[in-house]
């Protein structure tokens, strides 16, 4: 395994390369990167133009692993994203033909355009890495990561996740309108540059992104944090806002998450202040509100954020403690 302080600045490496090409969004970008490191799926939300797809491609290209772009549009096949079986005149029997899905980087771009059953085609590839068709199961190599993107507003011809699909989500990310002054310095590297695309260069590849996967593991969690997270989890589970809470892939995404922020932050243990940083990309997708608070216009992260402040935050175990201390 790599040393800790080895992960956080390849790490930093990385965000700094992928933010040559999106501008003044670290902090989204940094959710992502959690993300991968966790190995995880990530969900891509927010107004059209706003650099979603920009921000799958460059990880792709500054973590150099094999990449693929699936367009989800209302005619799409689930065999258009897992492949299928030819028949082969010259060998005489069936040859199957991997899809787009037999990738590292899956990028899926406007994944709620396609009806539920090409979006379920995704469900077994990000909940157990391999395809089954017709019977044979394929395994998918490693890493297999899915990045999603859907725009909020297109409600017209278009088909909601599954709340099934969302929970295999590990997080999911807003980008949001750039400040003035960042617009202004992508139009300044534009005019500079003078091409529309930005080269980046590769800093890890796919062995050393699963080494830094493994390393994450160093990080320490204990009982006192481990139950923070527990408590959050199952406060989404008794608000009076929500019909249907977290699930347990919660409180996983949760512990896998604050885990990578620690590290990102170069310390082997995770303070209270990890778990809240996420727990609203972790665990807002993830709730079902109750249908009069639509009405309310009160929304699942608003949900997420009023529980943060009423469950108690735990003192720093002893461990943590010494560790910051040294």
């Known amino acids: 395994m790599l040393p800790l302080a080895r992960v956080q ?23 992502i990167l959690l993300g991968l490191l966790a190995d995880g799926h990530v969900l891509l939300e927010d107004y059209p133009g706003l650099a ?13 692993i ?5 367009q989800f549009t209302p005619d799409l096949m689930p065999s258009d994203v897992t492949g299928s079986s030819i028949w082969s005149q010259r060998d005489a029997e069936f040859e199957f033909r991997p899809g787009p899905i037999f990738t590292n980087l899956l990028l899926a771009d406007e994944i709620n355009r396609a009806p539920p059953k090409t979006q379920a085609a995704l469900l077994e590839a990000m909940q ?7 019977g044979t199961t394929h395994r998918l190599a490693r890493p297999f990561l899915v990045l999603a993107t859907q725009n909020p507003i297109e409600y017209e011809g278009t088909y909601p996740l599954p709340e099934a699909q969302l929970d295999r989500f590990l997080l999911r ?10 617009e ?10 003078g091409a529309d695309d930005v080269e980046l260069e590769p800093v890890i590849d796919g062995a050393m992104l699963l080494e830094l996967q493994a390393s994450v593991e160093q990080v320490h969690v204990g009982p006192s944090v481990g139950r923070y997270i527990v408590a959050i989890v199952g406060a989404t589970r008794a608000s009076g806002s929500t019909a249907v809470g977290a699930s347990p892939r919660g409180s996983l995404a949760l512990l896998k998450l604050s885990r990578c922020r620690a590290a990102l932050s ?21 709730l079902m509100l109750k249908p009069e608070l639509w009405v309310q216009r009160l929304s699942a ?3 997420v954020r009023d529980l943060l402040e009423s469950v108690p935050t735990p003192a720093a175990d002893e461990r943590a403690l010494g560790r910051a201390a040294e």
């Open 52 to 64: 979603k797809t920009l921000a799958a491609r460059s990880f792709a290209q500054v973590t150099s």
């Open 128 to 134: 157990e890495r391999q395809v089954t068709i017709e």
């Open 184 to 193: 202004w310095e992508m139009l300044s590297r534009r005019l500079e540059r």
């Open 266 to 286: 170069g310390r082997d243990f995770v303070t209270p202040d990890d778990v809240k940083s996420i727990a609203v990309p972790a665990l807002a997708h993830r």
């Open 9 to 31: 600045e390849l790490s930093n490496r990385v965000l700094d390369e992928v933010e040559r090409a999106v501008v003044g969004k670290r902090d989204e970008l940094e959710l």
């Open 301 to 303: 992260d608003d949900v």
């Open 173 to 182: 990310v807003g980008f949001g309108y750039p400040a003035g002054d960042d």
């Open 66 to 70: 094999g990449f693929s772009r699936i």
